[in-house]
């Protein structure tokens, strides 16, 4: 078996190896305390210490506000669908959502239970191949929030600007948080789920300001109300302690590399040898609109269904694994997020090359 192969896996996804080898040696013996990470109290002196920290690396690398809470919760990114209309929209009160994919698509029918829900834009008659711009669509005066997803994972489409509105925004950010700096300021509530490019699964950051935590309506269970865990500092309950532990790490490992900033540079580099890979060879056919595309998820297809198969199996028999696509768009999805290291793009580059050269 190979020693590490390049995993284009759209999550879980990969990690940094110091990252791995670090929680592996942390999952036996935690700082030489003679016992796991994942055996110590999540009221201990210890890891009290761990979540605060990870509170401030990412209050750190973002730049977020003080007047917003950092919470770390579990459901997944598919809770936060229904935690932010439950907490967010009162009964007969509005939101606007813009529908950019399957992931838009669920947040949108949990919002339903809570309130009502206008659909600003959809991009669904030409299967998700772009995102809207400023004029494309119109908020709801009455609305709330306007909620989006930053960058849809299964189509390769990613908001390169965001939403210009006077309405606060509510966004999912589980596939490209820390890709690129943001501002926090026109965001009433950020969510992203950690294991695309933040760490393992298990983990939900949200990102919330404090103002909007009194909103919640009474009848509101009690680990479902922003209010709580913020109240709690994420100990409510028991957290996820490993996996904090991992975005702890995640967390360092991007700070040593400079920050967001220079991971953008890095994720622009990575996709765009992979996109003029898909531009310059017309075997390939790239399927967001250019001007849609991500820098996390590169989607493409071939000539025909069984070529785009044989690809998927000669590129997993070189090591580059993970690269099927979504069935609803098929062909070949790269994900490529932070951790993913570029000699793996290089390596796909010049696969699609021979590959394209042998079919074509
Ligand atoms: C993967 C993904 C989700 C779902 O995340 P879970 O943690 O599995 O619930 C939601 N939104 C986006 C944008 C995703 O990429």
Not at 106 to 113: C, D, F, P, T, Y
Request: charged share 20%; net charge neutral; glycine share 8%.
């Amino acid at each position: 078996m190979p020693d590490r192969i390049y995993n284009f896996s759209p999550g879980p996804a990969t990690l940094p190896q110091e990252v791995l080898t670090q929680a592996a040696k942390d999952i036996v013996n935690y700082n030489n305390k003679g016992m796991g990470l994942i055996e110590m109290s999540h009221r201990s002196k210890e890891f009290i210490a761990i979540t605060d920290e990870t509170e401030q690396l990412l209050r750190d690398l973002v730049g977020i506000p003080a007047n917003y809470k950092v919470l770390f919760l579990q459901g997944g990114a598919s809770t936060q669908f229904a935690m932010v209309p439950m907490n967010l929209l009162a009964p007969g009160k509005t939101a606007s959502y813009l529908n950019t994919g399957v992931w838009a698509r669920k947040a949108i029918k949990e919002a339903k239970l809570f309130g009502n829900i206008h659909v600003a834009y959809s991009s669904e008659p030409s299967n998700y191949d772009h995102v809207p711009e400023a004029g494309d669509y119109q908020v709801d005066p009455a609305a709330e929030y306007l909620y989006f997803v930053s960058n849809n994972t299964i189509y390769g489409t990613q908001f390169h600007a965001y939403p210009q509105s006077e309405k606060m925004l509510v966004c999912d950010m589980s596939s490209d948080i820390l890709s690129h700096p943001f501002d926090v300021k026109p965001f009433g509530l950020v969510f992203a789920g950690a294991q695309k490019n933040m760490g393992p699964a298990g983990v939900t950051v949200v990102i919330v300001r404090e103002d909007l935590l009194d909103r919640v309506p009474e009848n509101v269970p009690t680990m479902f109300r922003y209010k709580t865990h913020a109240d709690n500092g994420s100990m409510f309950n028991t957290p996820p302690c490993f996996a904090i532990y991992v975005v702890n790490l995640v967390l360092k490992w991007l700070q040593k590399l400079g920050g967001l900033t220079a991971m953008e540079k890095l994720n622009r580099e990575k996709a765009g040898i992979l996109y003029s890979a898909i531009d310059g060879n017309s075997f390939y056919k790239g399927h967001a609109r250019p001007d849609s595309r991500s820098l996390m998820n590169v989607t493409f297809n071939l000539p025909t269904p069984e070529l785009e198969a044989q690809f998927i199996k000669e590129a997993a028999g070189l090591g580059l694994d993970g690269l099927k696509g979504h069935r609803s768009v098929g062909g070949v999805r790269a994900s490529i997020y932070n951790a993913f290291p570029r000699e793996g793009v290089e390596k796909l580059v010049a696969f699609m090359a021979e590959f394209a050269g042998k079919n074509g």
